[in-house]
């Protein structure tokens, strides 16, 4: 850079680090304000939660919505308070988060980004273990993929979400972009691939036209292919970036997936009841007596009481009777008026009723 410029750009520079000192003391004073926040919560139940998703998602949605923002954009709004809230829930009590691991999983950054990165990791080996680790207290909460734009369901979280005691306090989509990698960035004498049977599939056209021979190996998450990749020169894998810098891959090819738009819903499970934040969804699975219309009444009362369905989705019940659970989500808290109504209509109807959870709508 030539003198001049710098002249012109050094009393810029002198105000940025003016104001980054500002927002540091700020910052600095915010975490105290949250350390009394703990006192109060530890005072009134020395073990209670220290997280409130309502509230986090309020602070987030009340910035996004101020005057005061432009022009730092929302998304980057939602990305740094995300982290200060992380910072300062970690210094009332830390969080643990369980997540179909090893390192670099999909799941794992789904947790990063709901809860930010002052968490404590729980790598898990399957999706059974993520929830058995926050039933057992061993994590405060577990993050779950529940559907994928390309594939559909994962049906191991829905059959897992029916009989588990745990309640959903919050939802993340995310891109999913996959890659190629192996142990030197070259195919040469690899013969096949590890990854998840989703992801697999995710990506069945392109490897169908680029790589048409390679076996293709299902293995129980990507980040564990990655994993496997990392000691086995004959295999590539296919996962996203944060497992190629895990588990030290290089990458041939970026953005595989055969929908460029490729998108996982994740689900934030625990034990907590979330209040109202202002702009819920509401969860619950349904069986209807096997009977003629039985679907239709099902849905009415929603209907009647105006409130959205945002998703349905069903189960086989394996009775071998054709009988179906249905997964359904609803626009709304479970205490608003019309949702409370909605509910008390379907459990009253239903041959199963089980409400899943409210939790701010992403
Ligand atoms: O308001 C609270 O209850 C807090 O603990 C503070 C705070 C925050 O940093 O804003 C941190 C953790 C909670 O999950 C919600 C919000």
């Avoid at 982290?83 to 390192?103: H, M, N, V, Y």
């Avoid at 209907?303 to 945002?310: D, W």
Wanted: charged share 20%; net charge negative; aromatic share 6%.
């Amino acid at each position: 850079m030539d003198d001049a410029l710098l002249a012109k750009l050094a009393p810029l520079r002198d105000r940025i680090d003016a104001i980054d000192t500002q927002i540091l003391t700020l910052l600095a004073e915010r975490a105290r304000t949250a350390q009394a926040v703990g006192d109060v919560k530890h005072a009134a139940h020395a073990d209670g939660p220290v997280l409130r998703p309502e509230r986090e998602s309020q602070v987030i949605r009340r910035l996004q919505a101020s005057e005061h923002g432009a022009p730092f954009p929302a998304d980057a709004i939602a990305a740094v308070w995300t982290e200060i809230i992380s910072a300062c829930r970690g210094l009332e009590r830390s969080l643990t988060a369980a997540f179909l691991g090893p390192q670099g999983s999909f799941s794992e950054q789904a947790a990063f980004e709901q809860f930010g990165h002052a968490i404590q990791g729980l790598a898990c080996p399957s999706f059974d273990e993520v929830f058995r680790a926050v039933e057992s207290d061993q994590a405060d909460v577990g993050m779950v993929p529940v559907e994928n734009s390309t594939e559909g369901a994962v049906n191991r979280t829905l059959d897992l979400l029916l009989t588990s005691p745990l309640r959903i306090l919050g939802e993340r989509s995310l891109v999913i972009r996959h890659c190629l990698m192996t142990r030197n960035g070259s195919m040469e004498g690899v013969t096949r691939v590890y990854s998840h049977p989703q992801s697999l599939a995710q990506c069945q056209g392109w490897l169908g036209r680029l790589h048409p021979t390679l076996e293709r190996v299902p293995v129980s998450s990507n980040a564990e292919a990655a994993r496997l990749a990392a000691s086995d020169p004959t295999a590539a894998a296919i996962a996203g970036e944060a497992a190629a810098r895990a588990w030290k891959l290089e990458i041939v090819s970026a953005g595989i997936q055969d929908d460029p738009h490729n998108r996982t819903r994740f689900l934030a499970i625990g034990k907590i009841d979330t209040l109202p934040s202002g702009r819920d969804k509401t969860s619950l699975i349904l069986a209807v007596p096997n009977r003629a219309g039985a679907v239709y009444d099902m849905l009415s009362p929603m209907a009647a009481n105006g409130v959205s369905m945002t998703r349905f989705e069903s189960r086989p019940a394996r009775t071998g009777q054709w009988e179906y659970f249905f997964y359904v989500d609803v626009q709304g808290h479970r205490d608003d008026p019309a949702v409370a109504r909605t509910l008390a209509t379907l459990e009253s109807q239903a041959a199963f009723f089980k409400v899943l959870g409210s939790y701010p709508a992403q």
